[in-house]
T-cell receptor
Framework: EDQVTQSPEALRLQEGESSSLNCSYT??????LFWYRQDPGKGPEFLFT???AGEEKEKERLKATLTKKESFLHITAPKPEDSATYLC??????????FGSGTRLLVRP | SQTIHQWPATLVQPVGSPLSLECTVE??????LYWYRQAAGRGLQLLFY??????ISSEVPQNLSASRPQDRQFILSSKKLLLSDSGFYLC?????????????FGEGSWLTVV
């Protein structure tokens, strides 16, 4: 059965304090690993798609990496506006996207 | 460009009342459509997905149902709401071109059953 586990559940950082979020997964026939950002009361906003181990993608202060068993979302020198819940999801050989429970990030000024 | 619209944004319904949430996608044809539910502080649970008009797959047995009367329209319904149906409902779409395509979400509908 496909499964996605995110850690930590919550993370508090000082502005400028870099860190990483983890997403471990088990899936039969990975068709993509997705990262989303979700602000309170809003729908998830797409950030990255990774398809194969070793792939990396960057966007501003965010960098996503992928191995055969997990993905990391690295946040470099975060700012308060980076505070949000970050969701990881995997797509298998069907049409479904399976989500983890998310990491709630709070960046203090 | 493609856009997704979902309404209503917020609703409060009494237990036992009916429900209808509507979602439409613009700027694409034959999208795959999805309904997800997110309980407070939890991840997204897939409820229904559709790969074409009249084709609905259910992931979770419950008192909800979905319909796709038109290519770019997806409706979530209930005949009698339960307290446990409260949550944040999200409609989403993806291009049918490939399995790895990104899924894009609407802004969501907050449902409170009282």
């Amino acid at each position: 059965e496909d499964q996605v586990t995110q850690s930590p559940e919550a993370l508090r950082l000082q502005e400028g304090e870099s860190s990483s979020l983890n997403c471990s997964y088990t899936v039969s026939g990975l068709r993509g690993l997705f990262w989303y950002r979700q602000d309170p009361g809003k729908g998830p906003e797409f950030l990255f798609t990774l398809y194969s181990a070793g792939e990396e993608k960057e966007k501003e202060r965010l960098k996503a990496t992928l191995t055969k068993k997990e993905s990391f979302l690295h946040i470099t020198a975060p700012k308060p506006e980076d505070s949000a819940t970050y969701l990881c999801a995997v797509k298998d050989s069907s049409y479904k996207l399976i989500f983890g429970s998310g990491t709630r990030l709070l960046v203090r000024p | 460009s493609q856009t997704i619209h979902q309404w209503p944004a917020t609703l409060v319904q009494p237990v036992g009342s009916p429900l209808s949430l509507e979602c439409t996608v613009e700027g694409t044809s034959n999208p795959n459509l999805y309904w997800y539910r997110q309980a407070a502080g939890r991840g997204l649970q897939l409820l229904f997905y559709s790969v074409g008009i009249g084709q609905i797959s259910s992931e979770v047995p419950q008192n909800l149902s979905a319909s796709r009367p038109q290519d770019r329209q997806f409706i979530l319904s209930s005949k009698k709401l339960l307290l446990s149906d409260s949550g944040f409902y999200l409609c989403a779409w993806t291009s049918p071109a490939g399995f790895g395509n990104t899924i894009y979400f609407g802004e969501g509908s907050w449902l409170t059953v009282v």
